[in-house]
Each structure stands twice: as structure tokens, then as C-alpha cells.
């Protein structure tokens, strides 16, 4: 600071000097003027306030502002290049898409590589005892990633009666933190997550001001392979119309799965992946036909 006030002390000594050397016209006269406002004790305060706007500014730098803070048609953006994945896993769980996109958009504001400081993996920021419970063998496989983040949500909202904020508050906290009533210990999180919902769904939903979201039952039976797909433990049966099947061909409705193909067809998933050459992670598209021979 000190060398910063020589500096403009010398700033000013030179305005002193152009006033005695430059003959008198009207640039010498605001030279002039510059120079007698420009004392001592204001440049030290003009430094200091320029100190803490760039003060200000690298803490603005550092936080972010939050990936919530984004534009909605930015985060839907972000969201399309995994909408396959959010897509499938909310179906199969019953957690509204735009709720999964929200909670991604606050964890890793969607870098599928991010890793916190606890071990916290990909998209959702599993933690590795929330990756083990939920089969996600790997943390930084979107596929894997989505649905083990999405069933735990699911799972939440059915033990916290449908209630969001309390669901996304224990998803940060951890279920023994966050009571069925009482004050939530992370209102700021949740906050933020219900920012970025709103911004999905088109809504001006508040962590103060949310609704209950209906949630269906979860019946889902663990994995009982050690060599599984991302999605073997979903158990979501579907009954396909003739349009969609027939002995050798099959069209994939939007929110597929090879497993759910395999329950509508009974084809083994090893064959569809074998005579479709599905590469990994075995991802299909709504509209494609598959080959059941």
C-alpha cells in the first residue's frame, strides 16, 4: 500500500510540473485543475477503494456464484449432452427429471470428472459408501452415476412422505441429519437446488415455498451378479404393444434400457448387446430397432 501511495504521489508531483513548464491553454487549465484536487489523502482513498473492488472481484472469481446462477437456457444446455441417462433414471425411479438436472447442477454443475474432497464422484458426487449401497462400481460412468444419485433421491423422497426439500437436504447432509420435521441443516444447499429447479421446470419455486412431489413406490431388487450393467438392479416392467415387437425386431420407446428389453422380449441382455453390438456402457436410443436373433 505504502509503495502504491508513492506512486501516486508522484503522479501528482508531475501534474505540478506540466502546469509550471506548459504555457496556458485550456488543456493546461484542466491539468491545473486535476492537479489541485488531486492531494495526498485522496489518492490514498481512491487506492483503497480500488483495492477492495478487486478484492471483490477474485472472491466473485473464486465462489462462482454457483452454477445455479447460470441462464435456464444455459443449464439446459449443460443438461442435453446426459438427457438420455437423466431421462431413463428418472423414469425408472419415479424422481422428476428436472429434480435430478437440479441436484447435478449444484454437485458438479455437469462435469462427469468431478471429484470433491471427501472422494465424491462424477455428475451427482456420489460419496463411495452411496456408490457401494447403490451398485455404482464406477463413480465417473454418467449411466452408473445418474441412476445411483437417482434411486438414492427416490429412496429419500419416499422416506421423508414426498417432501423435496427435505429429500435434497439429506442427500447433502445425510439421512441421520434431517429429521421428518423440524429445521433443515442445510437451507443454503437446498437453496440452491431449488434455484436451479425452478429454472428446469419454468417455475419460481423457492426452498421456502415447495410443493410435496408425488412419489410412487420403489420395488427394486438388489443385484445379484457380480458382473452387472450399470442398471441391472431396476425393475421396472413394461408391456409393449405389437407395434413396438415382434420375433426379431424390437423399437426402443423413449426411456429404454437393454433390461427392460430383455423383460419385454426375454432376450438375454448379453444377446441384445451381442447381436446389436452395443457398445459400453449399452446406452440405446428411443426410435432404434433392435435385432432379438
Same mark, same amino acid.
Given at each position: 500500500?505504502?509503495?502504491?501511495?508513492?506512486?501516486?504521489?508522484? @503522479?501528482?508531483?508531475?501534474?505540478?510540473?506540466?502546469?509550471?513548464?506548459?504555457?496556458?491553454?485550456?488543456?493546461?487549465?484542466?491539468?491545473?485543475?486535476?492537479?489541485?484536487?488531486? $492531494?495526498p489523502q485522496?489518492?490514498? *482513498?481512491?487506492?483503497? /477503494?480500488?483495492?477492495?473492488?478487486?478484492?471483490?472481484?477474485?472472491?466473485?472469481?473464486?465462489?462462482?456464484?454457483?452454477? &445455479?446462477?447460470? /441462464?435456464?437456457s $444455459?443449464? &439446459?444446455? *449443460?443438461?442435453?449432452?446426459?438427457?438420455?441417462?437423466?431421462?431413463?433414471?428418472?423414469?425408472?425411479?419415479?424422481? /422428476?427429471?428436472?429434480?435430478? *438436472?437440479?441436484?447435478?447442477? @449444484?454437485?458438479?454443475?455437469?462435469?462427469?470428472?468431478?471429484?470433491?474432497?471427501?472422494?465424491?464422484?462424477?455428475?451427482? &458426487?456420489?460419496?463411495?459408501?452411496?456408490?457401494? #449401497?447403490?451398485?455404482?462400481?464406477?463413480?465417473?460412468?454418467?449411466?452408473?452415476?445418474?441412476?445411483?444419485?437417482?434411486?438414492?433421491?427416490?429412496?429419500?423422497? !419416499? #422416506?421423508?412422505?414426498?417432501? $423435496?426439500?427435505r429429500?435434497v437436504?439429506?442427500?447433502?447432509?445425510?439421512?441421520?441429519?434431517?429429521?421428518?420435521?423440524?429445521g433443515?441443516?442445510?437451507?443454503?444447499?437446498?437453496?440452491?437446488?431449488?434455484?436451479?429447479?425452478?429454472?428446469? /421446470?419454468?417455475?419460481?419455486?423457492?426452498?421456502?415455498?415447495? !410443493?410435496?412431489?408425488?412419489?410412487?413406490?420403489?420395488?427394486?431388487?438388489?443385484?445379484?451378479?457380480g458382473?452387472?450393467?450399470?442398471?441391472?438392479?431396476?425393475?421396472?416392467?413394461?408391456?409393449?404393444? *405389437?407395434?413396438?415387437?415382434?420375433a426379431? #425386431?424390437?423399437?426402443? !420407446?423413449?426411456?429404454? $434400457?437393454?433390461?427392460?428389453?430383455? #423383460?419385454?422380449t426375454?432376450?438375454?441382455?448379453?444377446e @441384445?448387446?451381442?447381436?446389436?453390438?452395443?457398445?459400453?456402457?449399452?446406452? @440405446?436410443?428411443?426410435? &432404434?430397432?433392435?435385432?432379438?436373433?
Amino acid at each position: 500500500m505504502e509503495k502504491k501511495l508513492s506512486v501516486a504521489l508522484s @503522479i501528482a508531483m508531475l501534474f505540478a510540473i506540466v502546469i509550471m513548464v506548459v504555457p496556458s491553454s485550456p488543456v493546461h487549465a484542466t491539468a491545473k485543475q486535476v492537479a489541485q484536487s488531486y $492531494t495526498p489523502q485522496k489518492a490514498a *482513498k481512491s487506492l483503497k /477503494s480500488r483495492s477492495r473492488s478487486v478484492k471483490k472481484r477474485r472472491i466473485a472469481r473464486r465462489g462462482g456464484g454457483g452454477c &445455479q446462477t447460470l /441462464s435456464g437456457s $444455459t443449464l &439446459q444446455q *449443460k443438461a442435453s449432452a446426459y438427457q438420455q441417462a437423466i431421462h431413463s433414471a428418472a423414469s425408472q425411479h419415479g424422481v /422428476s427429471k428436472n429434480l435430478i *438436472k437440479a441436484v447435478i447442477t @449444484i454437485e458438479s454443475c455437469f462435469k462427469s470428472k468431478a471429484r470433491g474432497a471427501a472422494g465424491e464422484k462424477g455428475l451427482m &458426487q456420489l460419496m463411495p459408501g452411496t456408490a457401494r #449401497r447403490f451398485n455404482v462400481r464406477d463413480g465417473y460412468n454418467v449411466w452408473q452415476n445418474v441412476n445411483g444419485g437417482a434411486r438414492y433421491l427416490g429412496l429419500l423422497l !419416499q #422416506r421423508y412422505d414426498g417432501n $423435496t426439500r427435505r429429500a435434497v437436504a439429506a442427500y447433502n447432509a445425510g439421512e441421520g441429519n434431517v429429521r421428518k420435521a423440524g429445521g433443515i441443516p442445510n437451507p443454503a444447499y437446498v437453496g440452491k437446488v431449488m434455484q436451479a429447479y425452478g429454472k428446469f /421446470s419454468g417455475t419460481k419455486e423457492s426452498a421456502l415455498a415447495f !410443493q410435496k412431489q408425488v412419489v410412487r413406490p420403489l420395488q427394486v431388487a438388489p443385484a445379484t451378479s457380480g458382473k452387472v450393467l450399470p442398471w441391472a438392479d431396476l425393475n421396472t416392467v413394461k408391456v409393449a404393444s *405389437k407395434a413396438v415387437v415382434s420375433a426379431e #425386431r424390437y423399437k426402443v !420407446q423413449p426411456g429404454d $434400457t437393454v433390461y427392460q428389453v430383455m #423383460r419385454v422380449t426375454g432376450v438375454p441382455v448379453p444377446e @441384445i448387446i451381442r447381436l446389436n453390438q452395443l457398445p459400453a456402457p449399452h446406452g @440405446i436410443k428411443a426410435g &432404434q430397432v433392435l435385432r432379438l436373433r
